[in-house]
């Protein structure tokens, strides 16, 4: 097995089938633009009636019908904030935590010590977070997963892994390998995938190996390091 091989983004999308949400976070190809994107799958209908709405250089996630939301925790949250020179990007409202402890002169790593995996039994969902902290015309990012330990939820084990960023080379977690009852957790390490240099090539990509019927929404952010001009593309299912 090849460690340093990249994948195609939009071909492991296609193979999972059902990833829950996902995050990836790489540089493009032409080695100018810090890129990310997030993405939200759901099963039910409570979790299907779900926009993506942006908010300044931040972007929440808010009822599509307000009057058909059965619960609003775990899945109304704020997935990408901008905290100084730091973007944030979640699936779930450790989000602000992270934020909070930023503010405060804190660490990515500290925030999310105090947080563990979502309380949905039996799936026991990860937390997945990522921040991509920019400096000098350039940026270094670090991935989180917060996940079980066991079936039964007794423990939290958390993962950090950071990286420096390189042309045309991202990387992508997302919550869950498959479908399943329960959903089985994500595994292993991030994904190292290929970035292209068109934002809408690599929204396209991603929109389209999203599975029909499961996929939500998607967020996909291009930043120039050279100017910090900020290229955004939103697709909301429910429109």
């Known amino acids: 097995m090849n460690v340093y091989a990249i994948n195609e983004a939009g071909q492991l999308l296609h193979e999972i089938g059902y990833a829950g949400r996902g995050i990836i976070v790489g540089k493009s190809k032409d080695g100018i633009k810090a890129v990310t994107a997030y993405f939200l799958m759901g099963r039910s209908t409570n979790s299907r009636n779900r926009i993506f709405i942006e908010n300044g250089e931040d972007v929440v996630i808010n009822a599509f019908d307000p009057s058909k939301l059965e619960d609003p925790s775990l899945i109304i949250y704020s997935p990408i904030r901008l905290v100084g020179d730091s973007l944030i990007v979640t699936n779930g409202d450790q989000t602000d935590t992270i934020a909070e402890f930023l503010q405060k002169g804190a660490s990515f790593e500290a ?31 670090k991935m989180n997963i917060l996940k079980s330990a066991d079936e039964e939820g007794t423990a939290c084990n958390r993962y950090t892994y950071s990286y420096a960023a390189l042309p ?55 930043v120039d390091l050279n100017t910090g001009k900020i290229e955004n593309r939103m697709i909301n299912k429910n429109n």
């Open 111 to 141: 925030a999310l010590a105090t947080r563990e995996f979502e309380p949905d039994a039996p799936n026991l969902t990860p937390r997945i977070s990522a921040i991509m902290n920019f400096a000098e015309g350039n940026f270094t990012y």
């Open 168 to 222: 045309g080379i991202g990387h992508f977690i997302h919550t869950y390998m498959c479908d399943g009852k329960p959903l089985p957790t994500f595994t292993g390490e991030p994904k190292r995938v290929r970035i292209p240099d068109s934002i809408d090539e690599f929204k396209n990509e991603l929109w389209k190996n999203l599975d029909e019927e499961n996929k939500i929404s998607l967020y996909v952010r291009y």
